[in-house]
């Protein structure tokens, strides 16, 4: 029998399946009538709550950027920018027309390389643009001073998600790497490469040594390993091969004393790993990464290209998405704030603003009680965590100071130019960066997107007006839902400050160690609990998640909800308990929570995320968190040996 009833105000019965115990299942229970109703469309990999608030939220964007490049409106005004950029965009005949010209010039300077240091010698020019060969450079605040920037060299040159992919060898890999190179065969016979196939057969094995240099997804994410500070000098003389000192003169950082290394062996090896490729290996992997960065804007037959294999075979899409959705897109990624303007204008209220805020101080009161009665942690840790949250900064729908794009030039030219100039100017943005303060002001995602994030280094939890809608976050609806919804993320993000890497930064973001050994042997073993029950867990019949790779993301989501359960009880306390459609505040609170991660999505789309992506699949992140919580099953009187419930001996709790 469903529980909720056809006069519920929030939600729908259709979308829940009565005909699941949810004692057993209580994802499929809240979920499985949306999930059969709602197969992944065909230019979707997945389909997923985060995609009907992004679908919502693309359509106003398409009529505000087709009334934007119907009149642009004056230059310097976000309308011109964005109406010139989506209009370039939606241009299909001036890209057709331009062919490759605008890149022939990066094309040209890819061809002539003969050697390893013809190609690094290539990577500013490539990099400033967004192709990405053999490692990247980003600036970000200063691990050991979080109020100045530093130069983060980041390994990497891979055109695979990540380097087990090249690892691997059972039989669906070894297909993967065959049609991996069939794409890389195909793009460089776009542009009449000598002996495609061989020449992308280099590319292959090219990548392969420097996946084999490379660290795992699980290795990226430990600290000890990526925070290398270093000086420039050291880096030369340990790897004097790089010609670094030519590359950051080249990029406008000369100046940089010192710098951050995330994998100082790949660095050191990697001319010597490059000298073992022949000259044509690196020409192809030049050029297949400039045509990487640059196909989605380049004539069909690179962007079908591209599609087939990054869309197709490896995310299960089977069809592209209508064009002005992919300028959008980009639009996104490279003038977000611009575009953002117009979004939140039309799409986020000062009412809305003033309640997520009000939700932001109880979920933080929630995790400060929550820390206080922490029987883990010693009193001394205590503090300096009390500290830390109370040093967060809340960013809340929209930045309060626009990104400025003076200096932006868009031109007549077809589509790839424009993104180009952007590009470019974001790229010098970042360099001038090295010479100026960190500015509390920056928002690093754009605001109409959907998703949140914590900021170690700046100490910050960002919730985008993207995100800030139904049905995570509803000016209607009860506290119960925002709370199990929008609250849940909110207490996520919070907690990320807390977890197995949040923790290594104190309350000015700086890398310090704030725990005692003690209360971190405390942390670990918690946090061992919740890697071991995640690692139980299996999608597709066969593929096991990785419990250490989701174990930052597993305890955000069960501390989240954790805190943002107990916030919800605090307000409760002050409004009173009252029934809606026939379900306690407490029930509502879980429903709402399951319903924001219904989700369906590709076999192809489900393997790649299983192997790289640090959440856990959806059904995981319900259940998951669920089979921890004596609340939830009191909520639903649900008895301790339910299959839906860890054993109570196994069940985890950290905040
Ligand atoms: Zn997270």
Redesign the pocket.
Known sequence: MSLIRHDDPVFDPADADPSVDLGVDFYQYVNGGWIDANPVPPEYSRWAAFEEVRTRNEDLLHRLLTDAAAEPGAPGTPTHWVGRYFAAGMDEAAIASAGLAPIQSLLDQAMAIGSVDDLLAALPAFHQIGAGPVFGASVIPDFDDSSVHLLYLDHGGLGLPERDYYMRDDEASVQLREAYTTYLTNMLGLVDFPDAAGAAHGVLELETALAERSYTNTQARDMDLVLNRRSVAAVVEAAPGLGLRAYLDAIGAGNVTDLNVDNPGFFEVVHAVLSDAAPAALRAYAVTNLLRATASSLPPAFEDEQFRFYGTILGGQQEQKPRWKRVLRAATGEIGELVAQLYVAEAFSEHAKERALALVHHLTAAMETSIRNLDWMTDETKEAALQKLAGFTPKIGYPDVWKDYTGLEFGDGPWIELRMAARRLEYARRIRKLDEPVDPHEWAMAPHEVNAY?HPLRNEIVFPAGILQSPFFDDDADDAVNYGGIGAVIG??IT?GFDDMGSRFDAEGHFRNWWSEHDRAEFERRADVVADQYSEYTVLGELTVNGRLTL??NI?DLGGVTIAYAALQDALAETGSEMIGGLTPEQRFFLSNARIWRSVETDEYMRLRVSTDP?SPPEFRCNGVMANLQEFADAFGIPDDAPMMRPVVDRAKIW
């Open positions: 914590y996520h993000e990320h930052g993301e955000a959440h």
